[in-house]
């Protein structure tokens, strides 16, 4: 007699239920409360900065993304609403017309049996769903309690530049942290010398969120004096945590109605994988810590993306343009997708119509564009942001060449090293994310059944191409850019197995870094940390693709993409 399996939903409760623990411990090891005590800190205090840190937090991100590579593969197996199982007779067993077992037996294929087995997969088809919900809300809730210290800086410079609209009525597209008047949580930011590198789409939530907040601590007798500081008042540490609170709440919030139209639009265009879709996306482990913890702005962008694609979906080719110009309008990175659009809808409805609807999508954009950049100081503001934004070089290929350089006694000019480290890979890209698409769309290169599929897999590749050469400036919440077209994508083999750890490795390099960084002691040199922490960027994900090509030349695995 073979024991009793688990049922789908008692599979997915328990490897939830895992992860939950998981993100329960990142919250209990790392408090926001005590976190704030430092205020450039990142996920230790300096004195808590050991390997052995290290390792048991690399072995927590393990569990997380060994929990989510096989909740994934429960979920495919039952995407039809049932078990995919649960109705197939045994292996080895032929049944002949007359639904008899060719061995002898008879098999029992009686009504009571059937109607089990519809109840069970009826059950099963909505309580599924509520578990992967449960268990997204649950962790974005635990993470509330998790400083954002070592996942970035950033949630403060939003918070600071937030307050500058709000309390000064100053544009932090104009006017920099540091030639404003100073306000409180000033030590806090990173970018203080720096203009904001956003749009008018994320600068006016911004300003929402820290109005919303300023009135709840007005209400409360809460808000700080002044530029009474956290840690010395602890007035304004309760302070500094509710503003933090309040961006992780929208960054929570624009996940979930992501994961929403995720749903909405795989289960359109193929009915019973929207559940496996919708858990690519909410429980991504890289998902999660980037809206609940570090509360990035990538949210509204690539909401805008996702109705973007809703559009395509609908054929409103002119309203796809325009919504893929407004999430331009919170950070510039959405270009990359315009050529893909345009090359697509030119395969779909031809050259002259494609022209037209984007020439109408131009006509309603430009104008939107003045408005929403004018009360912010208009179109001028974009010279500086980007002047300033192309100084920098972070945890990509172009930074190890740039502290290499020296070091093998090169002493170039700073103009001639830019050019290579940051205008050549720009143009590498811009190259690549126009003829790769095309070639593939005009060679019929894309396996896939349907047009909506093509334009997501364009999608995706183009994010990875840019990843991969464009970028001269990585970080791990970055990566959210391939995992939205990946989360349409769940029946392919780089979502359900190579996306992972795409994902685990930059941000297992985060936790590297910023404990390496700050051991009493160095045990490694700067040349060699950044080495070190590109290759743990990149290593997981190319390993992992190189066993998901391997395997589909061995015929593994089901629907592949081209």
Same mark, same amino acid.
């Given at each position: 007699?073979?024991?009793?399996?688990?049922?789908?939903?008692?599979?997915?409760?328990?490897?939830?239920?895992?992860?939950?623990?998981?993100?329960?411990?990142?919250?209990?090891?790392?408090?926001?409360?005590?976190?704030?005590?430092?205020?450039?800190?990142?996920?230790?205090?300096?004195?808590?900065?050991?390997?052995?840190?290290?390792?048991?937090?690399?072995?927590?991100?393990?569990?997380?993304?060994?929990?989510?590579?096989?909740?994934?593969?429960?979920?495919?197996?039952?995407?039809?609403?049932?078990?995919?199982?649960?109705?197939?007779?045994?292996?080895?067993?032929?049944?002949?017309?007359?639904?008899?077992?060719?061995?002898?037996?008879?098999?029992?294929?009686?009504?009571?049996?059937?109607?089990?087995?519809?109840?069970?997969?009826?059950?099963?088809?909505?309580?599924?769903?509520?578990?992967?919900?449960?268990?997204?809300?649950?962790?974005?809730?635990?993470?509330?309690?998790?400083?954002?210290?070592?996942?970035?800086?950033?949630?403060?410079?939003?918070?600071?530049?937030?307050?500058?609209?709000?309390?000064?009525?100053?544009?932090?597209?104009?006017?920099?942290?540091?030639?404003?008047?100073?306000?409180?949580?000033?030590?806090?930011?990173?970018?203080?010398?720096?203009?904001?590198?956003?749009?008018?789409?994320?600068?006016?939530?911004?300003?929402?969120?820290?109005?919303?907040?300023?009135?709840?601590?007005?209400?409360?007798?809460?808000?700080?004096?002044?530029?009474?500081?956290? $840690?010395? !008042?602890?007035?304004?540490?309760?302070? @500094?945590?509710? +503003?933090? /609170?309040?961006? #992780?709440? *929208? =960054?929570?919030?624009?996940?979930?109605?992501?994961?929403?139209?995720?749903?909405?639009?795989?289960?359109?265009?193929?009915?019973?994988?929207?559940?496996?879709?919708?858990?690519?996306?909410?429980?991504?482990?890289?998902?999660?810590?980037?809206?609940?913890?570090?509360?990035?702005?990538?949210?509204?962008?690539?909401?805008?993306?996702?109705?973007?694609?809703?559009?395509?979906?609908?054929?409103?080719?002119?309203?796809?343009?325009?919504?893929?110009?407004?999430?331009?309008?919170?950070?510039?990175?959405?270009?990359?997708?315009?050529?893909?659009?345009?090359?697509?809808?030119?395969?779909?409805?031809?050259?002259?119509?494609?022209?037209?609807?984007?020439?109408?999508?131009?006509?309603?954009?430009? $104008?939107? !564009?003045?408005?929403?950049?004018?009360? @912010?100081?208009? +179109?001028? /503001?974009?010279? #500086?942001? *980007? =002047?300033?934004?192309?100084?920098?070089?972070?945890?990509?290929?172009?930074?190890?060449?740039?502290?290499?350089?020296?070091?093998?006694?090169?002493?170039?000019?700073?103009?001639?090293?830019?050019?290579?480290?940051?205008?050549?890979?720009?143009?590498?890209?811009?190259?690549?994310?126009?003829?790769?698409?095309?070639?593939?769309?005009?060679?019929?290169?894309?396996?896939?059944?349907?047009?909506?599929?093509?334009?997501?897999?364009?999608?995706?590749?183009?994010?990875?191409?840019?990843?991969?050469?464009?970028?001269?400036?990585?970080?791990?919440?970055?990566?959210?850019?391939?995992?939205?077209?990946?989360?349409?994508?769940?029946?392919?083999?780089?979502?359900?197995?190579?996306?992972?750890?795409?994902?685990?490795?930059?941000?297992?390099?985060?936790?590297?870094?910023?404990?390496?960084?700050?051991?009493?002691?160095?045990?490694?040199?700067?040349?060699?940390?950044?080495?070190?922490?590109?290759?743990?960027?990149?290593?997981?994900?190319?390993?992992?693709?190189?066993?998901?090509?391997?395997?589909?030349?061995?015929?593994?695995?089901?629907?592949?993409?081209?």
């Amino acid at each position: 007699m073979k024991p009793a399996r688990l049922s789908p939903l008692a599979r997915l409760g328990g490897l939830g239920l895992l992860s939950l623990l998981a993100y329960g411990w990142l919250a209990w090891r790392y408090p926001l409360g005590a976190s704030l005590q430092w205020p450039r800190g990142g996920w230790y205090p300096p004195q808590q900065a050991i390997l052995s840190n290290l390792w048991v937090h690399l072995a927590v991100y393990g569990l997380l993304f060994g929990a989510y590579l096989l909740a994934l593969g429960k979920v495919s197996q039952h995407r039809s609403g049932g078990s995919a199982e649960s109705c197939e007779p045994e292996k080895g067993t032929r049944i002949d017309t007359d639904g008899k077992d060719l061995h002898g037996g008879v098999l029992s294929l009686s009504k009571g049996f059937i109607l089990r087995k519809s109840a069970t997969s009826a059950k099963s088809a909505v309580l599924l769903p509520l578990v992967v919900v449960f268990v997204w809300l649950a962790a974005s809730l635990l993470l509330l309690w998790a400083t954002p210290s070592g996942d970035s800086h950033d949630i403060y410079d939003y918070i600071y530049r937030g307050r500058l609209q709000v309390e000064k009525g100053l544009s932090p597209l104009a006017v920099t942290p540091k030639e404003a008047p100073r306000m409180a949580f000033y030590a806090y930011t990173a970018w203080k010398e720096n203009v904001d590198t956003y749009g008018p789409l994320w600068e006016y939530p911004s300003a929402g969120v820290s109005w919303l907040v300023n009135r709840w601590l007005g209400a409360n007798r809460a808000l700080p004096v002044g530029a009474s500081d956290c $840690p010395q !008042s602890p007035v304004a540490c309760r302070a @500094l945590m509710a +503003w933090v /609170t309040g961006y #992780r709440l *929208l =960054g929570i919030l624009l996940a979930g109605l992501t994961g929403w139209l995720i749903y909405g639009l795989v289960q359109r265009e193929r009915p019973g994988w929207g559940l496996c879709a919708l858990l690519v996306w909410l429980w991504n482990p890289a998902m999660l810590l980037s809206s609940a913890v570090g509360g990035h702005n990538d949210g509204p962008m690539l909401l805008l993306l996702l109705l973007t694609f809703w559009a395509a979906q609908r054929q409103r080719w002119v309203l796809a343009f325009l919504l893929l110009g407004l999430s331009a309008h919170v950070k510039l990175t959405s270009l990359i997708w315009a050529p893909v659009l345009g090359l697509w809808l030119w395969r779909q409805i031809g050259l002259k119509r494609a022209l037209l609807a984007g020439l109408g999508a131009g006509v309603l954009l430009l $104008p939107l !564009s003045w408005l929403l950049y004018q009360p @912010l100081g208009g +179109w001028q /503001t974009l010279p #500086r942001m *980007l =002047g300033e934004r192309v100084l920098y070089v972070a945890n990509s290929p172009s930074q190890f060449v740039d502290r290499l350089l020296p070091l093998l006694g090169y002493r170039l000019p700073k103009e001639f090293v830019r050019f290579y480290i940051i205008q050549m890979p720009t143009y590498a890209y811009g190259l690549l994310g126009v003829l790769v698409p095309a070639w593939l769309l005009w060679r019929n290169r894309l396996v896939r059944q349907g047009a909506n599929p093509q334009l997501w897999g364009l999608a995706l590749l183009v994010a990875m191409l840019y990843l991969t050469v464009g970028s001269f400036w990585f970080q791990h919440w970055y990566v959210l850019w391939a995992v939205l077209p990946a989360s349409l994508l769940p029946w392919s083999r780089f979502t359900r197995w190579v996306l992972p750890f795409v994902c685990l490795g930059p941000l297992a390099a985060n936790i590297i870094a910023d404990t390496l960084a700050r051991l009493p002691v160095m045990i490694i040199s700067v040349i060699g940390l950044t080495g070190l922490v590109v290759a743990t960027i990149w290593l997981p994900g190319m390993l992992a693709g190189g066993v998901a090509l391997w395997g589909r030349k061995r015929g593994w695995g089901d629907e592949m993409m081209g």
